[in-house]
């Protein structure tokens, strides 16, 4: 009799959990899962790039008034890549900063940075990186009348706040225990104003961009670049996290590139004037040719 009771007690518990698990069930809200890049890119008809206004040589504004550049071109195949799928589509570009490329992604007013980003860990708590489309360091440009050595004492440092530059470089002053003054710019082209107008003895930033700053001013032999590097700087284009959809057709255009050998037209567009592309940039594009 005893076992009677507790086999129907049993019973009775299972049909209430079961009844209990069946109401929540039907009364939780249904969610819906967030629309992909791809998804708004064939809803639209439309994607957004985002580009840097003076990033030379890798986005910037050409004189025609448009976009240009090393990345520029990167984003300009991914593009054509996505129309051969998506009937239609229109590319429009819009200029980007250092303060609002991340919101912008964020926001949705880009899908896609086309500048000179570097892929780091703390960026990718917000975003996300395509493959590594390129590999430099942080250095300093001043004037040749006034060369900056190893040493960064009693300098005045022009910098873009918020950059990996900045970051890297005052943990090295901190370290070193150098008297430094930091002087805020807004972009490269201010970077270079400084100099030029001696309101900072250098110019610190990506040490391509500053090779690209100096070939393009018009007389490049006014400058001078400092030996030395003070940061590691992996370059990659920027979109938003929890998209790998989008993520592998960019990187399969990317890997593409690499693999064909394109890359080298690419490069030697914006790059030629420096030579071919050191030992290492070509390790990078045979590593990040992924195999179809």
């Known amino acids: 009799m005893m076992r009677g009771r507790w086999d129907l007690m049993l019973v009775v518990l299972l049909v209430a959990v079961g009844g209990c698990a069946t109401v929540q069930s039907q009364s939780a809200p249904t ?33 025609d008034q448009k976009p240009v550049g090393y990345s520029v071109d990167l ?44 892929k780091t860990l703390a960026r990718q708590e917000q975003v996300d990186f395509s493959a590594t489309t390129f590999l430099t360091g942080g250095s300093l440009l001043a004037l040749a009348e006034a060369p900056v050595g190893v040493e960064l004492r009693n300098l005045r440092i022009a910098v873009i706040p918020g950059t990996t530059t900045e970051q890297v470089l005052k943990t090295a002053v901190t370290q070193s225990g150098a008297a430094v003054q930091f002087v805020a710019v807004p972009d490269h082209a201010a970077g270079l104003a400084a100099i030029e107008q001696k309101t900072a003895d250098a110019y610190a930033s990506d040490r391509i961009i500053l090779i690209g700053l100096a070939l393009a001013a018009p007389n490049p032999a006014r400058f001078a670049l400092a030996d030395r590097y003070f940061s590691y700087e992996p370059y990659a284009l920027m ?54």
């Open 31 to 63: 969610s819906t899962a967030p629309t992909s890049t791809l998804d708004k890119l064939t809803a639209t008809q439309k994607i957004t790039l985002g580009y840097r206004e003076s990033s030379i040589p890798f986005s910037y504004v050409g004189a």
């Open 75 to 118: 984003c300009t195949h991914i593009a054509a890549d996505l129309q051969r799928q998506i009937p239609n589509l229109q590319v429009q570009w819009v200029p980007v900063t250092v303060e609002t490329r991340i919101p912008a992604l964020l926001n949705g007013t880009i899908d896609l940075e086309c500048g000179s980003t570097t």
């Open 239 to 292: 979109l938003r996290r929890g998209d790998p959809a989008f993520r592998l057709a960019v990187n399969r255009v990317l890997a593409r590139l690499y693999r064909s050998g394109q890359i080298l037209e690419v490069y030697t567009r914006w790059f030629g004037r420096l030579g071919t592309p050191s030992a290492l940039l070509l390790s990078l594009y045979a590593i990040e040719g992924v195999p179809e």
